[in-house]
């Protein structure tokens, strides 16, 4: 008697109500890892055509604007890593 009732639970592991699929676990490991590699192919392209852009726009420019903008990107990148400026450039400054 108990050896018939503990069949039915024994043959229901392995299966799924859709039909069973043991190989599930490992193929959804395999699809998401080639999706998140597609996708981080994607990002890195797009980033990649951003820096282009980036580059293609600052040749426009003077020789003047290169600098203003470059000199302007290196404070905005400081102030984003929340550093400051060398010592010696802030004693030296002018007071507005």
């Known amino acids: 008697m108990i050896f018939v009732g503990s ?5 229901q592991d392995g299966n799924n109500a859709e039909g069973g699929q043991g190989k599930e ?3 959804t ?6 999706k998140a590699k597609r996708e981080w192919k ?7 055509s951003d820096e282009k852009a980036r580059k293609e726009y600052r040749k426009k ?3 003047k604007t290169q600098k203003r903008m470059k000199r302007n990107e290196k404070k905005a990148k ?5 550093k400051r ?3 010696l450039k ?3 400054m002018k007071r507005k």
Request: no cysteine.
């Open 78 to 82: 400081r102030n984003n890593e929340h």
């Open 25 to 27: 676990k490992t193929e």
């Open 85 to 87: 400026e060398f010592f």
């Open 90 to 92: 802030r004693w030296f």
């Open 61 to 63: 420019n003077t020789k």
């Open 42 to 48: 994607e990002k890195r392209r797009k980033d990649m």
């Open 29 to 34: 490991g395999k699809f998401a890892r080639r």
């Open 7 to 11: 069949i039915p639970a024994l043959a």
